[in-house]
């Protein structure tokens, strides 16, 4: 993996140098992202703030490679500024940030070796307490050119609370290899701080604030199998099911 988390400036000098292409599922346009943000936006940004989402979304639709702060800027109307990095910092007070996933939040990760700038994903679907699906750009792997845009990317929780502070990415297109444990700060809500989040189903046990999957897809048991199986080799107390 290379180098992620640029900000705007540099997102723009590399617009139009190549078409982007996204993995998982069809390029999606602007119109499918909003309604994949699954908060309403109800936070006010200052014209710098909303400038800078408004640069995000024409530098989306525009030819080349992205980066994931416009990306993720873009998709969530997040008028947080700076490199991935800051992003965490750079919510508070402005918006709710927390320790458990929700579809349209964003995970921050912090800076780390070999990703010095940090990364920002979009948070696409929430399958369990351990599994989240992302969307996110600029993430490099094998076979994946830098500024692609990738979908439903699988992010699994191997921190020993349980509380998304240490994740593994599936690399590549692969949907049974895993990367190294890339340390991480939270999600960042859509929403102003000290507000409650939409209602969401109630999960076995009586904890709320996640969502799960009706049914499995199909061919979901093999990598059920495997998640349990990269979960029990790092010795937490977790078991994936379906």
Partial sequence: MGSWGLGSAQADATTGRSTREATKQPR?????TASRSAKP???????VRRAAVEASRAALV????ISCVPYVRAVTGMGITGNAHTWWDGAAGLYARGQRPESGSVLSFRSSGGMRLGHVAVVSRV???REVLIDHSNWEGP????GT???????????????????????GRSDEAYGRIYPTNGFIYNRAPGSRPPS???????DVGLEELAEAPA??????AHLSEALRGLNLDATITR
């Fill in 127 to 129: 399958v369990d307490k």
């Fill in 28 to 32: 999606i346009t602007l119109q499918q």
């Fill in 149 to 171: 845009i990738m979908e439903d990317v699988s992010v699994i929780d191997v921190s020993d609370r349980n509380d998304w502070t240490a994740v593994r990415v599936q690399v």
């Fill in 41 to 47: 936006q109800n936070v006010k940004l200052n014209p």
């Fill in 219 to 224: 061919g979901a048991a093999p990598h059920a």
């Fill in 62 to 65: 525009s030819p080349g490679p």
């Fill in 143 to 146: 076979g994946i050119r830098k």
């Fill in 200 to 206: 969401q189903p109630m999960m076995a046990g009586g």
